[in-house]
């Protein structure tokens, strides 16, 4: 599966955004999803993951209560609304699929998007 994340952005401290990312072949709603984020000089984190048929949801304590990941089958896309967002959320966010059950490590996903940026200004 091929993915692609998009709607990175500026926005100020307590602005919000949405990614989105856009999966590619017929097997999307087989996989798990996960977002994950980057800074600079830091490793890959976790944000969220849903479940294949979009039941189950699990999110980093950093984001509880702020960000929502939802998935659309028909679309073949997955979606982090992110909410009240902090100057420590600026990263590339990185959309990923793999075959664990609400994957919280990275080396639990096998596909990766290319990222996306966003940047939250204080």
């Known amino acids: 599966v091929q993915l692609q994340a998009s709607g ?3 926005v100020q401290a307590g ?4 990614l989105s990312c856009a999966a590619s072949g017929r097997t999307f709603s087989t996989y798990g ?6 800074a600079p000089g830091k490793e890959r984190e ?3 993951a849903i479940s ?3 039941s189950s949801t699990r999110y980093a304590d950093s984001v509880k209560g702020r ?11 997955v979606y982090v609304q992110m909410n009240s967002l902090k100057p420590e959320g600026t990263a590339v966010y990185y959309c990923a699929a793999g075959s664990s059950w609400l994957g919280f490590e ?3 996903y096998n596909y990766w998007g290319q990222g996306t940026q966003v940047t939250v200004s204080s």
């Open 52 to 54: 294949w048929r979009g």
């Open 15 to 18: 602005g919000s955004l949405r």
């Open 8 to 10: 990175g952005g500026l």
């Open 67 to 77: 960000f929502a990941i939802s998935r659309d089958n028909a679309k073949n896309t």
């Open 46 to 48: 976790f944000v969220a």
């Open 33 to 38: 999803m996960g977002w994950f984020r980057q």
């Open 106 to 108: 990275p080396n639990e």
